[in-house]
Every structure is written in C-alpha cells, then in structure tokens.
C-alpha cells in the first residue's frame, strides 16, 4: 500500500495526502507519527526543523529522512558558519563581517558601501536582508537586529544577475537540478522590501550551460567535501544562491532545503519520479540513480500574496477561483498560505498565499498562463507581480563576460 501524510500541510495538499496536525519542529512528534504509519521516507520541507535537529531523530529511530542533520543545516542557520565553510573550501563569496555590539556598528559600516547588504546572521525565512544605498537605512535595520539580540552580518554588494541552484547532495555525490531565477523584492521591477520571493521562472535562456557546471564543481562540490571533512556531510537538498558577476558565480546564500519560489517552477519541468531521488539520497544511494530527466519548454511561478505582505498579513480571507477550471500540465495553482473554515470554505492563512505556475513551449508562453490563471484568483487585498519572468523574455538579462568561464 502507498500512502501520503503531511504534517500540519494546508487546503492544497489535503487533496493529496492525509493531514496530520503535528508540529515539524518537535522531533518526537515527527518520530511519533513517522512511527505510527510506518512510513518508509521522511521528507522534512522547512529549515528551522532542520537546524532543530528533526532529521537526525527521525534518522535514529531507523527511518529513511530527507533533510541534513543539525550540523549541516548551519549551512543555512548561521552564514558566518556558511562563511567559514566556504573560506575553507575555497570558494567566491562575498566579504563580511559579523557585528554582534550596537557600538560597532558605525565603524563597520563605515567600511562598506556604498551598497550596504545587511543581514540578519540567523533565520529569517528571506526577510531579514537589506540592500540598500541608503546609509541610514542600513543603520536602522542593523540597529533593530541587535536590539532584538540578533548579530548582524555586513556584506560587500555582489554585482550580476542572480541564479539559484538545486542540488540533490549525499555526502561527496552532487546532483544539479534545473537553474531558476528569483524574484525577492515585493515590487514590479525589483521595487519595495525582501520577500521569501514573489515568483520565479526556469530555466535560464540567458546563462550558459558551462556556468552551471562551474557552479557545481568550484562551490557545490567543495562545499560538500568540506562539510564531510568536517564530520557533518550533507544529505538532502543544497541550495545554491549566485550573483554571476564579471569575475564567474560568487555566492550570496546557501539554503538546506527546496524553497519556494523556485521549486514549484523546477520540478513541474521534471520528468523523474521525484521520490526516487528523494529516498535515494536519504539512502546514501544516490550516485546510483539515472540523472534527472527533464520536459522541455519553460516553467513559471507567480505568488499571490495577501494584503499587507510582507509586513503582517492580512489573513482569514475566503479565496475564490483557486480550485475552478482545468488543472493540467500547462497551468495548475499550489497551496502555501491556505486553510479551510470550519464552514468549507478556503481562506488565507499566511502572507504568501498561492503558488501559480504556469508550463509553455517557451518563457512566453509559460508567463502567458500563469497569468491567465491568476486572472480567475480572487482574494480581497491580494496582490502579485506582474513582471516575472519579463526582463529574461525581453532579452535585458546577460551574464557578464568572464575569463574563468
């Protein structure tokens, strides 16, 4: 017998899979329940259960898990931990400084500029990053972090179009997945303050395939040995955040684990049993297993958002037009935000509500239905973006030319 559980899950994957009302982040309910259906795969989705520890209990209980132990997934919980692996491993990333004093913060922002990242050093689901050129906005965010015991990371601004990588990782053994572009900012043309990200589209017509295969042998597999070395190999799913600038890929961000935007574009393109992949490297098999095969043609997501995201969301909002009309290979509308009203209805419950993708021949066609199908969404104060996807469709996107690719 196959069976599907999803724990807490929401409206859209009730339809799929039995929902149970357990916390991600308590890995004795995890276990307990792993237990109780005698489940044969764990796939844990979110970093803080991940940076918990879940995995590593789920694991020894003796039950196949997705997801890396609590010492890998620092890759993600800390970026000076991320920093210092990559100083290690020899790979391009940005220059930073950690600042954990109030009285600090001055001088060291006085050594960057004059775009100023900041950054919260923990989790912060996408949110806690400023980029600005506004000095005194860096000094209010960076001042906000340490009031409220956060330290503070200062980056130099890595020029270049952004790419984020997949990468299926089981020890030494990396997989690339199909790249993806990002949309963080809450705004049509990169406008407004950092999201979790508005949308997303893949793959990239303006990256050449031999960047991809730089990103994979000079940052994604030096940064897995590295962690092996260390005693704490990564096994699940690697995200790989690049600036591609004049001098090749420089990383802003490691993640341990599929985010969204750009996992609902890159796997509507995949052609592979996706659970194959998923328990061969919870298995350590992976290397085993045929590559990724993939549809040709383009994939796009757009997220519908609530009111007010992404400050305070408005939430409890009944949704209409989520679930009508066809649902094929062409368009289809994922759940995030969503919950069901003790009357049946479908209402918002977080600040990104709804995943729409859209699937063409081409980038044109793909943004086309996407957008046709956001047309019937109704969600009073909704809002999304209207433009992903555009500036690669209008041919304003280009890597810069580099002597090491």
Not at 136 to 153: C, I, K, M
Not at 193 to 221: F, R
């Amino acid at each position: 017998m196959t069976a599907l559980f999803a724990a807490p899950g929401n409206a859209g994957i009730a339809q799929h899979a039995q929902i149970r009302p357990v916390d991600p982040s308590s890995a004795e309910d995890v276990v307990a329940l792993a237990a109780e259906v005698h489940a044969d795969l764990v796939v844990i989705g979110p970093e803080v259960p991940l940076v918990l520890g879940v995995a590593d209990a789920v694991r020894a209980a003796g039950i196949a898990c997705f997801g890396p132990s609590a010492a890998a997934a620092r890759i993600e919980g800390s970026k000076a931990f991320a920093k210092d692996v990559m100083a290690a491993a020899g790979v391009r990333t940005a220059h930073s400084e950690v600042v954990d004093s109030p009285a600090e913060l001055d001088d060291a922002l006085d050594r960057f500029g004059p775009t100023w990242v900041v950054k919260d050093d923990g989790l912060a689901a996408g949110k806690g990053v400023v980029v600005t050129a506004d000095r005194s906005a860096a000094r209010e965010h960076g001042a906000e972090l340490l009031e409220q015991g956060h330290p503070v990371l200062l980056e130099s601004f890595l020029d270049g179009p952004e790419v984020s990588l997949f990468c299926l990782v089981d020890g030494e053994t990396v997989v690339p997945l199909l790249p993806a572009q990002d949309h963080k900012r809450v705004g049509d043309g990169d406008t407004g303050p950092n999201t979790g990200g508005m949308g997303a589209y893949t793959p990239l017509p303006w990256l050449p395939d031999q960047t991809v295969t730089a990103i994979v042998e000079d940052v994604v597999k030096p940064v897995a040995a590295e962690l092996v070395r260390r005693g704490s190999g990564f096994s699940g799913l690697l995200y790989a955040g690049l600036a591609i600038g004049k001098d090749g890929p420089a990383v802003v961000e490691f993640n341990c684990r599929f985010g969204d935007p750009e996992t609902q574009a890159v796997l509507a393109l995949l052609d592979s049993p996706l659970g194959e992949l998923l328990n061969a490297t919870a298995t350590g098999t992976l290397a085993q297993v045929a590559p990724p095969r993939w549809r040709d043609g383009s994939a796009i997501t757009v997220v519908v958002a609530a009111e007010n995201y992404p400050g305070r969301p408005r939430i409890g909002d009944a949704i209409s037009g989520a679930g009508e009309g066809t649902l094929d290979d062409t368009a289809a509308v994922l759940h995030a935000g969503t919950a069901l009203r003790e009357d049946g209805a479908l209402v918002s419950a977080g600040g990104r509500v709804l995943n729409v993708v859209g699937v063409g021949a081409d980038l044109v066609e793909a943004r086309a239905r996407a957008y046709d199908r956001i047309a019937a969404i109704k969600l009073p104060g909704s809002h999304y973006r209207t433009d992903i996807g555009l500036a690669a469709v209008e041919d304003r996107i280009a890597v810069p030319a580099s002597p090491s690719l």
